[in-house]
């Protein structure tokens, strides 16, 4: 369990060897023994700098939900340049009758 009191806001959370080898299983990661000392120092440069913040006043400032007023211009979907299946398959490395073949990659277990 990663150490922090979420009802206590005075508490500072600090990651430890433990925490990083939790995350660490949780995201798959695999990384040498001193690469350890290296992941637990950056993240606590993390958590020191969100703890920072927290020494903002923020009071009155609105939530920032997006970065400019601008909103996204789309442009309309048109259909160029059509090709055949045929013209598709007749630069592929590898394909069957109507198919790109492709390796596979998902391993079944």
């Known amino acids: 369990m990663i150490p922090c009191c979420p009802h206590n806001t005075e508490a ?3 990651i430890n ?4 080898e939790r995350i660490a299983e949780l995201a798959r990661l695999d990384y040498s023994g001193e690469a350890a000392d290296e992941i637990m ?3 606590n440069k993390m958590l020191d700098f969100v703890d920072k ?3 903002l006043d923020t009071e009155g400032v609105e939530p920032l939900i997006f ?3 601008e909103t996204n ?3 309309t979907d048109e259909v160029e340049a059509e090709i055949t299946q045929a ?3 007749s630069n592929a490395p590898k394909k069957d009758m109507y198919y790109f073949r492709v390796p596979k990659v998902i391993k079944q277990q």
């Open 12 to 14: 500072k959370m600090k």
């Open 17 to 20: 060897h433990e925490t990083v």
């Open 41 to 43: 120092n950056d993240m």
């Open 53 to 55: 913040l927290k020494e």
């Open 67 to 69: 970065m400019t007023e």
């Open 73 to 75: 211009v789309l442009r």
């Open 87 to 89: 013209e598709a398959l």
